[in-house]
């Protein structure tokens, strides 16, 4: 064999594959960013005004409350705070009022109305988001809600010429157990029973009257409570009652308890409906069965004298009590929400 020969080399062509680029997908039509900024734009622009009217509104409401009612102030000889006598307008040089017995008898009444309204709304706002057939909830929900459209002059109407004349036996029969204890003790001048107009009957005309405002808020939180958790706990064998304890309850008290706040708010701003139901006192006893007289009533009483100056800015000076009443419930009322969630 020829050692100079050499084995042949076999090449083999090996085809070349040139990677294609993927084909462009067609553009498609986008909103500008221009567009999107001027909707965010236009929508933070109402948002922001609409904030700073309502608290420009506030804030004058209270500038001119005070401006009324620094003069008359000025001129009042007994401390607005404490004195708790008898309203002396007479002499403008030498007035004498204050705001206890109003202070107190608005808190009381208010008070009352809800401590019966919030165990009723509440148990409302559970049944029908919890246990109400389907076909049940809107009808059951209208219903209540209606109680917010009655004008609350009809309540007042209800409450004195039904309400109290109607509750007076069972009053009787209250005042002869309890009548030992302050708060249902009665007095020379107190209502008769007959009547009824006393502050107990104001507690739960207010009370009706501020029950839709709670339940329906209290309702359309319950209603909200995340599936997954009613879910979960089912899963785990709890009961339909279980189930609203461990899940809705806690999911909703935060609403629930603004809804009672707002209520409140109604409560303690209330007119007509006490100036009917409620006999008139200057005296604050801390009794149920007495009449009284609240900051909304005592304005309303007093509109006579709203023709001269410095006795209306007297009721004024009142009226910007309940005025800081109200920031003060408001306050507290975020505070415990905040602390709830």
């Not at 553009?27 to 960013?33: D, I, V, Y």
């Not at 879910?231 to 785990?236: D, G, I, N, S, Y």
């Not at 609240?294 to 309940?322: K, Q, S, V």
Request: no cysteine; hydrophobic share 50%.
């Amino acid at each position: 064999m020829d050692s100079t020969l050499q084995p042949a080399v076999i090449t083999r062509d090996i085809p070349t594959t040139t990677a294609t680029p993927p084909a462009k997908e067609p553009e498609t039509t986008k909103p500008s960013r221009g567009a999107r900024r001027l909707g965010d734009v236009v929508f933070k622009g109402i948002a922001t005004s609409s904030a700073t009217t309502i608290t420009l509104v506030i804030g004058a409401i209270g500038l001119f409350l005070l401006w009324r009612a620094v003069p008359a102030l000025q001129n009042n000889v007994a401390n607005f705070f404490t004195y708790a006598g008898d309203w002396n307008l007479a002499d403008t040089a030498a007035m004498q009022f204050g705001i206890p017995n109003l202070l107190a008898a608005t808190v009381l009444i208010s008070a009352i109305a809800l401590i019966l309204a919030m165990p009723v709304a509440l148990g409302i706002a559970i049944f029908l988001s919890n246990y109400a057939p389907a076909r049940l909830v809107k009808p059951l929900g209208f219903l209540v809600d209606m109680l917010a459209a009655v004008p609350s002059i009809v309540f007042g109407l209800w409450g004195w010429q039904v309400l109290g004349p109607s509750l007076s036996g069972f009053y009787n029969w209250l005042h002869e157990v309890a009548g030992g204890i302050p708060l249902f003790a009665t007095y020379a001048n107190s209502p008769s029973f007959d009547t009824g107009r006393n502050m107990l009957t104001g507690g739960i005309v207010l009370a009706v009257m501020i029950l839709p405002v709670i339940a329906a808020t209290a309702r359309e939180i319950f209603v909200q409570t995340p599936v997954g958790q009613r879910e979960a706990a089912l899963a785990l064998g709890a009961t339909r009652w279980e189930v609203v304890r461990m899940t809705v309850l806690p999911f909703g008290m935060p609403g629930f308890i603004s809804g009672s706040m707002l209520g409140l708010g109604r409560a303690l701003g209330e007119t007509m409906a006490l100036y009917l139901v409620v006999s008139p006192s200057s005296q604050f006893r801390f009794s149920l069965f007495d009449g009284g007289t609240t900051f909304a009533t005592a304005i309303a009483n007093a509109a006579p004298e709203f023709n001269d100056d410095l006795r209306a800015g007297a009721y004024i000076a009142a009226g910007l009590m309940l005025f800081a009443l109200t920031f003060v419930v408001n306050s507290i009322a975020r505070g415990i929400i905040t602390k709830r969630k």
